[in-house]
């Protein structure tokens, strides 16, 4: 009896622990269990402690909710220029309804990789092949609004679809290869021409701004030059009309002084030529000179000695033993002596025995001074005739 009773407890402990044990269930953090009755879904257990009616409810499928990682494989696709690559990627996916992930689809992960894998083989097929090597983020953008449109139903996310490799075949690599290099070397050409280009247009700037700076400056140097001339000319002209200003009111020295300041200034640019080596004065000149010096004598005897304490005015030449005098003012011909003598290179009369000075009446001293002038001035107008007929090189026309 007592054996009898001992069996229904165990059987009694083994039934409430077996019936615990189907009632208790415990959901891992990041998954979903869904529960069927009697082979239904009819609620999705989350992570934690759940009891469910034992032997009436039971785990349907046990979702991962975490975002999940989907290889894709390798696979062949001709691009709309027919050229053939090998392109493989990855995908991204999350399941977000675990009611729907477990019972829209029987096979989840083959179901979301066989839509990856023909919508790139649909948008590659659309593109060239340079489009295609060029646009990969284009490609994985396509084909992720494709592929995530197409698993909504299935309650599933997709997130990223990345594109790893294109890989077009060898021959097609080597010609790639090669036009590469051929667009990198009519860069490099276009690239060198263009910078020789704006160096010969640097250049020629320079030189373009150095020549209007050279003809500027010269510019300005006539500019200059001219109005130098132009001044030189004016004072030349005030000069002259201060000379004859000064002859007009009797002044000799004046007349005397500016002959006298062309020829020497004549006789000097001959001796400081640079390809002169010897100075030859004509005769003309000499006695040139021998007439500036009576015209000298002239004007000292005119207006007495220097005021500053120089020689004495000199005596008027007496008159010739061999010559009747008629006026002795009137032989008086300084210059006409001295040039003639040196012209014909005769020997100087000896010089007269000095005679006294004679004192002029003062009522004739002003018509003897007027006399003197008309001599000089007589003077200045041989000397000027000598200086048109003589040219500076000591040439008789």
Known sequence: ??????????????????????????????????????????????????????????????????????????????????????????????????????????????????????????????????????????????????????????????????????????????????????????????????????????????????????????????MRDAEARERSAQAEANATASVSAAIEAGSVQAINYFVADKYVGALRDLAAAPNQRTLILPIDAVATLGSLAGIAEIAREAFGPHPAGGAPATSPEPPRPDRPRRDAEDDYHPWETRGEASAASVPPAPAPEPEPRREAPASSAQASRSDRFQRISAATEALAERLSVHDPWGRRP
Do not use: C
Request: glycine share 6%.
């Open 1 to 222: 009896m007592d054996l009898g009773i001992n069996l229904y407890l165990i059987a009694a402990a083994v039934l409430v622990f077996v019936v615990i044990l189907a009632a208790v269930k415990t959901v891992p953090q990041g998954m979903h269990y869904t529960v069927e009755r009697f082979g239904r879904y009819t609620r999705t257990l989350r992570p934690g402690l759940s009891i469910l009616t034992p032997f009436v409810e039971r785990i349907g499928d046990k979702i991962n909710m975490r975002e999940q990682v989907l290889d894709v494989p390798s696979q062949e696709v001709i691009t709309r220029d027919n050229a053939t690559v090998s392109a493989n990627g990855v995908t991204f996916f999350q399941v977000l309804d675990a009611a729907k992930a477990a019972y829209e689809v029987t096979d989840l992960e083959q179901g979301i990789l066989n839509l990856t894998m023909t919508n790139i083989r649909s948008v590659m097929g659309s593109m060239d092949l340079d489009e295609l090597l060029s646009n990969r983020d284009e490609i994985n953008s396509r084909v992720l609004r494709v592929v995530d449109a197409a698993v909504d139903p299935w309650g599933v996310k997709i997130t990223r679809i990345e594109i790893k490799d294109i890989n077009p075949p060898p021959d097609l690599t080597q010609a790639m290869a090669r036009q590469m290099k051929a667009e990198r070397e009519k860069r490099a050409l276009v690239l060198e021409a263009d910078g020789a280009r704006l160096a010969a247009i640097a250049r020629a700037e320079g030189e373009k701004q150095s020549l209007i700076l050279a003809a500027e400056g010269r510019l300005e140097a006539a």
